[in-house]
């Protein structure tokens, strides 16, 4: 089916491991965005691509890390996972007037 | 940075009736966007405004736009149950890293 997907869905790790959570749209948008959503800040920019080997990043980049070898795939990795990256994680395609949203991915860091 | 301030944070409503949620922001924009989130799913885009627009319509929405003031307003007539859901505004300003960021949101419920 079309359309963008997140896994895993859901995802419990301990402080200090590595984490990658995937993200494949079908559309073959050129933008992929990663958002996280936590209670009282909204959803935060993390990194962004406008297209294959391009990444940029947004508003909280410390502590992730992405690739983008192919246009369909744009994974979020957490190098060493912290407590403070419990969230929920949004990946996004589109462009900056209009972004098709994942279902996303709760993660929780114990 | 925080661009979008929904208001208010939560409204309540019964069915049938009309919602308003409200959005300001701080800098100037090239377009305003509202979002739709129902509980555990992902955003959906429901409509965009240009900074050069005043109003724009689809279907039950009414969204408007005062640059002077900073502030778009999102209007859903009619409500339905379905509509129950937080509502986000999103500002767009010139792309890259600052160029899309997110209200709070507004938790809207729709009483049967």
């Known amino acids: 089916d079309a359309g963008i997907t997140q896994s895993p869905r859901y995802k419990i790790t301990e402080t200090g491991r590595q984490v990658t959570l995937m993200c494949h749209q079908t559309?073959?948008?050129?933008?992929m965005f990663w958002y996280r959503q936590d209670l009282g800040h909204g959803l935060r920019l993390i990194y962004y691509s406008a297209a294959a080997d391009i990444t940029d990043k947004g508003e909280v980049p410390d502590g992730y890390v992405v690739s983008r070898s192919k246009t369909e795939n744009f994974p979020l990795t957490l190098e060493s996972a912290t407590r403070s990256q419990t969230s929920v994680y949004f990946c996004a395609s589109g462009d900056w007037d209009t972004q098709y949203f994942g279902p996303g991915t709760r993660l929780t860091v114990l | 940075s925080q661009q979008g301030e929904e208001d208010p944070q939560a409204l309540s409503i019964q069915e049938g009736e009309n919602a308003t949620m409200n959005c300001s922001y701080k800098t100037s924009i090239n377009n305003l966007q509202w979002y739709r989130q129902n509980s555990g799913r992902g955003l959906v885009h429901l409509i965009l405004i240009r900074s050069n627009e005043r109003e724009k319509h689809s279907g039950r929405l009414r969204v408007t736009l005062d640059t002077s003031k900073k502030s778009s307003s999102l209007l859903i007539t009619a409500s339905r149950a379905a509509d129950t859901a937080s509502y986000f505004c999103?500002?767009?300003?010139?792309?890259?890293?600052?160029?899309?960021?997110f209200g709070k949101g507004t938790h809207l419920i729709i009483q049967p």
């Open positions: 999103a500002t767009v300003n010139g792309g890259g890293a600052d160029g899309l960021t």
């Open positions: 559309w073959s948008h050129s933008y």
